[in-house]
Every structure is written in C-alpha cells, then in structure tokens.
C-alpha cells in the first residue's frame, strides 16, 4: 500500500475510534502514532512521543492561550457582560424583538473581550435567556439567538480559534485579529436584521419592552465603559506594535481582573472558579492538540496534504470551486464534529491546497472561523446549542437548533460577502505595519 | 488509592492555578517594567514557558475527574447499557495506553536531558526538572484514566 493510502486509511480509523467515545485527542495520537510507527519505524515514533508534548507545552507561542481565556473569565467575574446588557437592552428593547437585538448586539460587545464561542454563549445565556423570557419571547428565538450570537465570540477579537489557526499556519495573530472586525460588525448588523424579519413575519416571537428615553440611553453608554477600555488596550496595543499578542493579553487579563476588583467581585471562591476554568479550558486544548501534532507528523509523512494540494491545483476548475467544495466540506464536518478537532485535524491539510489556489492565508482564517460559527451550531454536533439547551430546561435540543435556523442564514449572507469582497476581511490588516 | 489519587490530584490543581496565576504577573511585570521603568524582566520569556509546564500538566488530571476532555458521545450515547459500558472501558483503556506511553517517554526525556544538563538560555535554569514536573502530571492524568477505566469496566460487568 502506498503512504498516501495507509494515510487516509489512518483518518478513517481515527473516525472510527472518536464514534466509540474515544476522546478526540487519544483518537488522533494512537493513529498518528500507529502510523508514524509503520512508515518512519518504532524508535522514531517513540522517540517523537516523548518529544511533542513537553516541547509544544514549553512554548511561549501557545502561551497566549490561557491569558485570553483568563481575560474572558474575568470580565465574567466583574460582571462586564450584565452591563452590556442593560445597555444593550435600552437601545434596542422598544423594537420588535428587540430584547433579541439586544442579546446579539451584547454578544458581539462580549466577543470583543473574550475569545471563546461556548464561554460567550453561556455568559449571555444566563443573562439575557430570563430576561426574554420573562416578558414572552419565543423560547426558540430566544434559544437561538443566544446559541448564534455566542459564536461571534470566534470572530470578533481577542478569539482562541484565530489563536490556534495562526499557530498551525505561522500567520501573524495581530492580522487575523484585526481582519475579524469588519466582518463581526457585519454579522451582528446581519443578525439584528434576521431578528427584525423573523418578528416582523410573526410578531407574537419577541414583543417590544418600553422605550427608554434618549438621554437615558446615553447616559447608559457609559457604563459600558470598562468594555470598551479593555478591547482598545488590548486589540489597539497589538495594533500600533505596543504589545506583542501574550502582553496584551496578559493586560487583558490582568485589567479585567481590576474592574473586577473595583466592583468588589473578587472573592476567594470567584478567583479560584475563574482560574480552575482557565486551567482546564486550557488542559482540555493541549489534550487535543498533542494528539492533533502527533498525527501531524503521520500526515506528513504520508504526503497526504501535498497530494491533495496537487491534485486540487491541477483540477480544471476556477479556483473559486474548489474553495466552494472546502467550504462545504468544513459546513458538513462542523455538523458532525468538534470545532477544536475539526480546526486542528483539517487545516493541515486544507492550508497547502488553500495556498497553492492563492488566496490570501489571512482571509482563508476568517472564513475557517466563520465556518466553525456554522459547526457550532448545526446538528447533530452544535455545541454552543448543547450549551444553552443545557440552560433552558423547557427547551429541546431540536428546538435550539430550529431557532438557530434563520441565523445560519445570515451567516451565509456573510460567507457569500466575504467571498465576493475579500477586502471586507483585509482592509484592516493591510493598515497594519 | 482513590483518597491518596485525589489528594495527589488536589496538589497538581494548586500548581496549575499558581503557574497561570505566575504566568499573568510575570508577564504584565515586564510590559510595565519595559514602558513604565525602562527595565524589562529579564528571561521573562522563558519563565512564562516554564510556568506553562505547570499550568498545562498539572491541570491534565482535574480536567479528567471533571470531565473536561472532548469525546463524541451522541453515537454511542443512543446505545444499550451493556454496549455503552463496553465503549467505555475501551475509550479509557486505550487512553491510558496513550497518555501511559507519553508518561514513559516523557520520564526517559527528562532523563536524558538531565545528563547532557541542559540549561535554559537566559536564565541558566536546568530543564531536567521541568521535564520530570511534566511527567508527574502525565502520570496523574494516566492514574485518573486507569480510574475512569475500573469503573467503566464494573459497570460491564456487574450482573
């Protein structure tokens, strides 16, 4: 048998191992060693064993990762994203559907200091779901509004999925948080649109609250002050070259744990729940991607990837359609999997092809991240709907995902933008020195 | 064994907590040290990689008792009792191969770069150390599967 067949024989067994509940990380090292074993010999895949995890652990690129965690934790703690709320909710409470807007539009403003889908999901969720609630929103709208806007958490930076896709790419994370503004923007105004049509086709969905008057929502703007401080320190920081990405998130972190600590939240019991969920966010990424590298180094001997990239540049086709058949691909894979492993398993190999087509690394990065928005909340794998399904005990997973529906809409309104207009993603980062 | 595996675990949870913590200060003291004082920390770099090995394996075990690893369980989850506990005791057994395998590898690694006493490049910390920290906490992770795998395997059994 040839290396590129043993590979792909690899990635079924992998399949395999992950349906039996082998944990994803476990699934990928046994093949990826297994493999390794067979094509390059035992001692080198001992020896490579013993190598990856202390070495990739030890490594200041990865050390990113917990402090935007950490970061995202502790705006949490200081109650960061109640007051988005209650701003959000004076702005937009008095529409159709507004308490709606305002969950999405809070979402986003979460995002922007956090950079994880689930975490800001269910930081929302426990907000904003007895809010709408309490004054008669549908619980589908409800639940899926919640689900769908979480996963702006990715897109909008600081975001851990930009984090993982730079490092497996070598791309700068700089660049790819910046060319995620734009198209968050775009998909918070696309979602508040989705919300208004929804509730305009059936109003009974999401009845209008109050009107605050105009003075008082300004006035209400200030208190989302701590939020706006964080994400120009942080992300502006790494803009003008002030901080390399570590610093600004450990400044991240370090002044959410101050607005914390100036809103008398720090308790011994909110310190430690804060840092044990870093920590084993943390652990849970490293259990999936040691395993991920180690069958990295099975793919690569089996030339898998290169194989691929040839035989997809050597394709008779505009380049646009193979970008269409990756795109559908990662639409049909994030329904079956796990973001984490979908990210860490394809990119290796989608990345040469995507290269050798020519499109631009840092623009693929935001239509990977806005495909893993997809996978999070299509079935039968949504994480981000099992997270708030979770949260609504009236509420069935099914019923999440149908209220999820009409948002993957406009997440496809966005894929078909930033296909046409690739500068939606780049004009950004272009300004970037 | 179940007492002692937990206190064990209980410790290795406080390290990871402190090297996060560590990590944090460390580094937000050299960005002030740089902008503020015009003194950067020195080997700051290297402390935060060193203070990763702490945060990453001492977290591995807690992450286990707590569930926190990633399995796909829709599949298997829609299955009988008896099947689903057979799934079960594979899944942990075949990652206390792996995470066991990784244990060993790592021990001999640290070995090894305790004889050729390896250094760190600013700071001239010895590695060796650091290596053996992230074998214990591989060890850990290891001891929780095994855990993870008896009772997976008396719920097969039990009649």
Known sequence: MTATGIGILGIVAMLVLMTLRVPI????????????????????ALAMLGLVPYGNVASFTLTVLPLFVLMGHFATMAGLSQELYDTANRWFGHFRGGLAMATVVAC?????ISGSSLATAATMGTIALPEMRKVGYDAKLATGCVAAGGTLGILIPPSVMFLIYGFLTEQSIGKLFLAGIAPGAVLVALFVGTIALVTWVDPRLGPAIVRTPFLERIAALRRVWAVAALFFVVIGGMYLGVFTATEAAAVGAFGAFLFAAARGKVTRHSLTEALVATTTT???????LIGAIVLGYFMAVTKV??????????????ATWVMIFIIVTYVILGGLMDSLAMVLLTVPIFFPVVQALGYDPIWFGVVLVLLVEVGLITPPIGMNVFVISGMSKDVSIQGVFIGTAPFLVAMGLLLALLMLFPDLALFIPRTMK | MGALLRGAVGVANVLSLAGLAAMTIVTVTDVAGRYLFNRPLPGALELSELLMVFLVFGAFAVTELRNGHVDIDVVVNKLPQRARALSETFAATLSTAFWGAITWRTALHAQNIWRAGETTPNLGLPIAPFVWVAAAGTLLFTLALVARGVAAFQRLTRP
């Open chain 1, 305 to 318: 990837p290169m194989a691929l990239a040839a035989f997809f540049s050597s394709l008779p086709v505009p």
């Open chain 1, 282 to 288: 943390t652990a849970m990424i490293f259990g999936i």
């Open chain 1, 108 to 112: 986003g403003g979460f995002a922007a």
């Open chain 1, 25 to 44: 990380g476990v699934a990928m090292g046994v093949v990826g060693f297994f493999g390794f074993a067979y094509l390059s010999g035992w001692q080198a």
